[in-house]
T-cell receptor
Framework: DQQVKQNSPSLSVQEGRISILNCDYT??????FLWYKKYPAEGPTFLIS?????DKNEDGRFTVFLNKSAKHLSLHIVPSQPGDSAVYFC?????????????FGQGTRLTINP | NAGVTQTPKFQVLKTGQSMTLQCAQD?????MSWYRQDPGMGLRLIHY???????DQGEVPNGYNVSRSTTEDFPLRLLSAAPSQTSVYFC???????????FGSGTRLTVV
């Protein structure tokens, strides 16, 4: 069973507009959530995270929103830039299971069109 | 400062062969993990370690062995390679808490 799901395999957005990537989870014990960005032939790189005690975290053009009641998080990128074209993974962990045992979604390929 | 170094970058094995994927880090991180990435599956945890001498299984441990004799190194051994182990393998390290992982650049393994 997939505990973390990214239901959109791909997303195409025009440069300068907002990109919204979505992620759903089923395990109510998850209390920490992260987004990673991955370019081809490279390892994932950490982008932004959020603790379950918050509902929003911002870092420059990137904002993550967490809706615990819906078990849903989203990553907003504003404005989108060509360099943002990559695969984005959301990940979750729980203190009980060990904060380092990240569970990843399937990934969403974001393409920013000029 | 190399971060997380994985070797080799590419490998082709025949079914039944064994090999070791190497992972070395110079960040003095206590936590290290191995993940595999398959199309449509995201990254799945194979094994992890919370410090030298301590390892545990992740989500998909079958067919893989690990050991952690030093803080710096965390090799992943395939005992008898199978085509189902064709994948991209990532090693990752963390200093713990909620700091997330730093990933290596990956090893692309093909088993024929």
């Amino acid at each position: 069973d997939q505990q973390v799901k990214q239901n959109s395999p791909s997303l195409s957005v025009q440069e300068g507009r907002i990109s919204i990537l979505n992620c759903d989870y089923t395990n109510s014990m998850f209390d920490y959530f992260l987004w990673y960005k991955k370019y081809p032939a490279e390892g994932p790189t950490f982008l932004i995270s959020i603790s379950s005690i918050k509902d929003k975290n911002e870092d420059g053009r990137f904002t993550v929103f967490l809706n615990k009641s819906a078990k849903h998080l989203s990553l907003h990128i504003v404005p989108s830039q060509p360099g943002d074209s990559a695969v984005y993974f959301c990940a979750a962990s729980s203190r009980d299971q060990g904060a380092q045992k990240l569970v990843f979604g399937q990934g969403t390929r974001l393409t920013i069109n000029p | 400062n190399a971060g997380v170094t994985q070797t080799p970058k590419f490998q082709v094995l025949k079914t039944g062969q064994s090999m070791t994927l190497q992972c070395a880090q110079d960040m003095n991180h206590e936590y290290m993990s191995w993940y595999r990435q398959d199309p449509g599956m995201g990254l799945r945890l194979i094994h992890y370690s919370v410090g030298a001498g301590i390892t545990d299984q992740g989500e998909v441990p079958n067919g893989y062995n690990v050991s952690r004799s030093t803080t710096e190194d965390f090799p992943l051994r395939l005992l008898s390679a199978a085509p189902s182990q064709t994948s991209v393998y990532f090693c990752a390290t963390s200093r713990g808490g909620n700091y997330g992982y730093t990933f290596g650049s990956g090893t692309r393994l093909t088993v024929v």
